[in-house]
């Protein structure tokens, strides 16, 4: 008779008792049953349940505590998940170190307590940190809270998009229906690979009318899209929003950039008639690091290696925006190649970024927001710190006040055999 599952016999004969000199079934260490029992937790648990589970983690580990924080917005702030600690800034706290660079911290307190501040961060996103206090972490107790910032990273992302909580944690103000219209669009903030990252900021955070970007990566191309419809109300948002929709439809039906282009023309055309919008669509090859773009009215992108700004190496000559009258709408969408060096960096921009005013009243203009990129990206940070350096940098010199919507797209190619 064969054995069934669980029993022992001729058919079983690594399970039951050691015999015969057979080993016997390998029991879980206490790590591999945290790791068990942490998953089927967080599988489970309400998007506010979180804090009470990391709570169960750091007590079944010997910690005092762990508290999860998530980044605002505009990144600024870090924001606790759950209530009674403060926000952190961003820039000036241990927390926020750990946030900035994708890294361990650690932190000394008094009575004899330290905080080992990990960052939380699924794929290429960074959403935030985590913070273990406790007498001493030592390197075994550090892979625990390493697993635990993995875990919280996916669970936070599966979670967010089925629930309000996240959302309400990360504003610090009220949000206007168009912006939020066009965030219910956004893909994540940055997203990448071994080959390439990319990584995007809109502002005014909290009121964008028009502006949007989107990316999505296939096992052999990295699509980038940043979109600006005239005027800054909500039919600016719809113009958007069908602009956006009409290109992931033909990307998804695997059309190229003329098609892709030409789905979106046509459909602002057949239903809004009186609205356009501009911008540039994009493929980058990750194995041989060629751009492929049409721009369609917009502000041609910037071409940044070894820490300057390449002057107009990615400028082509200008073709109508999508949506155009009917007498421009037969348009032949031209496509232009640039091939890429390993660690160059593209930037999309919008012409809110360069048409700002200074504190003086003249216009911000391409050639301040050059040197901008080149201070933030001279230090070295990773693409999605320095493209937060430079919209905060940006930000700070009109008071955080913006007449019109901001948007960045920076993406990096970065073949790990260049490295």
């Known amino acids: 008779m064969s054995s069934q599952p669980g029993q022992t016999g001729p058919d079983n004969p690594g399970q039951g008792r050691p015999g015969r000199g057979r080993p016997g079934p390998r029991q879980p260490g206490p790590g591999e049953q945290l790791f068990e029992q942490l998953l089927a937790s967080a599988h489970a648990a ?6 009470d589970l990391a709570q169960r ?3 079944a580990a010997g910690l005092d ?18 209530d009674g600690p403060l926000p952190l ?13 994708h890294a361990l911290r650690v932190e000394e307190l008094v009575h004899g307590r330290i905080v080992a501040w990990l ?16 007498p001493a972490i030592d390197v075994a107790l550090l892979r625990r809270c390493r697993m635990l910032a993995s875990v919280l990273a996916m669970t936070i992302t599966s979670k967010r998009a089925a629930s309000d909580s996240f959302a309400r944690r990360t504003r610090c103000e009220t949000m206007q229906l168009p912006a939020e219209m066009l965030r219910a669009f956004l893909p994540p903030r940055t997203i990448g690979n071994s080959h390439v990252i990319s990584t995007a900021v809109l502002e005014p955070a909290y009121e964008i009318g028009g502006d949007a970007f989107d990316h999505s990566l296939t096992p052999s191309t990295l699509h980038v899209a940043i979109l600006d419809a005239m005027g800054h109300n909500l039919a600016s948002g719809l113009t958007t929003a069908v ?18 282009v030409d789905t979106i023309q046509h459909a602002l055309a057949e239903w809004l008639p009186e609205q356009f919008c501009t911008g540039v669509l994009a493929q980058l090859d990750l194995a041989d690091g060629v751009l ?6 917009h502000p041609p992108p910037l071409l940044i290696r070894d820490h300057r700004v390449l002057d107009r190496a990615l400028e082509r000559p200008p073709q109508p925006p999508m949506g155009t009258p009917a007498s421009l709408a037969e348009v032949t969408w031209q496509v232009h190649e640039e091939a890429l060096e390993p660690g160059d960096r593209v930037l999309m921009y919008t012409d809110g970024v360069t048409e700002l005013r200074t504190r003086g009243g003249a216009e911000f203009g391409l050639e301040r927001f050059t040197d901008s990129i080149i201070r933030a990206t001279a230090a070295g940070e990773p693409a999605p710190e320095a493209l937060r350096q430079l919209i905060h940098s940006i930000l700070d010199r009109q008071d955080n006040q913006l007449r019109d919507d901001a948007t960045l797209l920076l993406l990096e190619w970065r073949p790990p055999n260049t490295r």
């Open 46 to 51: 309400a998007p506010m349940e979180l804090p």
């Open 57 to 59: 983690f750091a007590d």
């Open 65 to 82: 505590r762990i508290d999860v924080y998530l980044v605002d917005i505009q990144q600024r702030l870090l924001v606790p998940l759950a």
């Open 89 to 101: 800034d961003v820039d000036t706290t241990v927390a926020g170190s750990a946030y900035r660079a």
């Open 119 to 134: 960052p939380l961060i699924d794929g290429a996103e960074r959403l935030g940190v985590i913070g273990a206090t406790g």
């Open 243 to 260: 602009a956006m929709a009409g290109c992931r439809n033909a990307r998804r039906a695997e059309a190229e950039l003329p098609q892709l």
């Open 292 to 297: 492929r773009w049409c721009n369609c009215g």
